[in-house]
């Protein structure tokens, strides 16, 4: 690309994050203001009235057979706080509503036992609205069809004068400890494992003083870790890349997608102006409030192929991230261990923490998604300490040893 067409992209990424950046601060929280729900054929409809949504994740637990939605940043309004709604449906049997913490809603389906096929979320706007599709396993005949967008003829009827309970007293929301996601409760563990090695081919990613480049430690570090991962974890793993070849940011996730990894795991070399930042950084695709992460991110995300307009879609594929808490609890357990066994054998560096921003690479994985600033190729030490096999093995070890801590999580809840 050429030399000002690339800083104009990367200019415009900047403004593009630090805008969604500033949004975040400054607007009020969405607020869900109505709902309406229809009992299809094959599915129960929930269509939840929303201001605007930033983001949410869902997942499901059991005894009793719930399925909940966490709606970041909004507010019930105040005539559905605490409401619990009860219906005769093949496969909802329940509807509750509360105002978890005061940023977060959780909308929560109480489920007949065994019987939900699977569900659909999704935002549409215009006007602005969460729709929520649970599928009941028996009369499968039209499941597989596609359902068409939300809309009036479909949308059902109003839930307030539906002969649902509503003159119930509205009971507590029965407490939910946060953690048990779907791959947890139903201990699906984890058997493929996508690594992207971050750049490659006419994208060096970032320099070190002495010449090496980011694409090719990545790769390295993706290739050490592939081999841990088979021969110690048993994993099957993939690399987005295996050669030092041009790949674009969206391409990554749709490969990891396509092979149903299940999960994606990209690394970076991180580079700063302060030449004495030493450390491990590690992200989780979420929107971000740092400077300093949104000026990282549009570094990263330099190398887009996408336009303008299609930038704006980032905010859309940011809200529709279900794997939001997954992801950073992946995120979490890689860091820690990774920077724990560094500073083991390697001395004492900078724990720079663990953070969501808006990375490319990480929109529109169906897995859980991190990105790992294994270390700084701007620090002199860290620079001479990553041309030895001895520290390249070292992150492996410590990115293998996250992945195991996760992957033993599952089904534990932790
Ligand atoms: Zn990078």
Request: aromatic residues 6%; contains cysteine; proline residues 5%.
């Amino acid at each position: 690309m050429d030399d000002r067409l690339g800083f104009a992209v990367l200019l415009i990424l900047m403004l593009v994050t630090l805008a969604m950046a500033s949004s975040v601060q400054t607007q009020p929280p969405a607020e869900i203001s109505g709902l309406r729900h229809h009992q299809h054929a094959d599915f129960f409809r929930l269509v939840l009235e929303v201001t605007r949504v930033r983001e949410y994740s869902s997942a499901e637990l059991s005894q009793p057979d719930r399925l909940y939605l966490d709606i970041y940043q909004a507010r019930l309004n105040s005539s559905l706080q605490g409401k619990t709604f009860e219906f005769n449906s093949p496969c909802v049997r329940q509807l509750r509503l509360a105002q978890r913490n005061p940023t977060t809603v959780r909308v929560t389906f109480e489920l007949q036992p065994g019987t939900k096929e699977k569900e659909k979320i999704y935002y549409l706007k215009n006007p602005d609205r969460l729709v929520i599709d649970i599928y009941h396993r028996q009369s499968l005949s039209a499941a597989g069809q596609p359902v068409g967008p939300e809309g009036p003829q479909s949308g059902g009827g109003s839930l307030l004068t539906d002969k649902a309970s509503i003159n119930q007293p509205p009971k507590a929301a029965i407490p939910t400890t946060s953690g048990y996601s779907l791959v947890r409760q139903l201990g699906l563990g984890v058997k493929k494992i996508a690594l992207d090695p971050g750049h490659g081919g006419t994208d060096p990613g970032c320099l070190s003083q002495g010449g090496l480049k980011e694409k090719d430690v990545a790769l390295d570090l993706a290739k050490r870790l592939k081999s841990i991962l088979e021969t110690q974890g048993g994993f099957e793993v993939f690399l987005t890349r295996e050669t030092d070849i041009s790949l674009p940011l969206e391409k990554r996730t749709k490969l990891a997608n396509e092979k149903q990894a299940d999960l994606f795991i990209s690394i970076h070399l991180n580079a700063s102006p302060r030449k004495t930042r030493t450390g491990v950084e590690t992200f989780y695709l979420n929107f971000s409030p740092d400077p300093a992460v949104n000026e990282l991110a549009a570094r990263e995300n330099a190398s887009s192929s996408k336009n303008i307009r299609e930038m704006k879609q980032i905010v859309d594929k940011i809200v529709k991230n279900t794997r939001f808490e997954e992801s950073r609890a992946l995120a979490e357990k890689i860091h820690r261990q990774l920077l724990g066994h560094l500073k083991q054998h390697f001395g004492p560096r900078d724990d720079l923490g663990v953070k969501g921003g808006p990375f490319w690479v990480l929109i529109g994985s169906e897995m859980p998604a991190v990105l790992v600033e294994v270390s700084h190729l701007s620090n002199a030490k860290e620079e001479e300490a990553l041309k030895t096999d001895l520290y390249r093995e070292a992150i492996a070890t410590g990115l293998f040893r996250g992945i195991i801590e996760y992957v033993k999580s599952l089904g534990k809840g932790s």
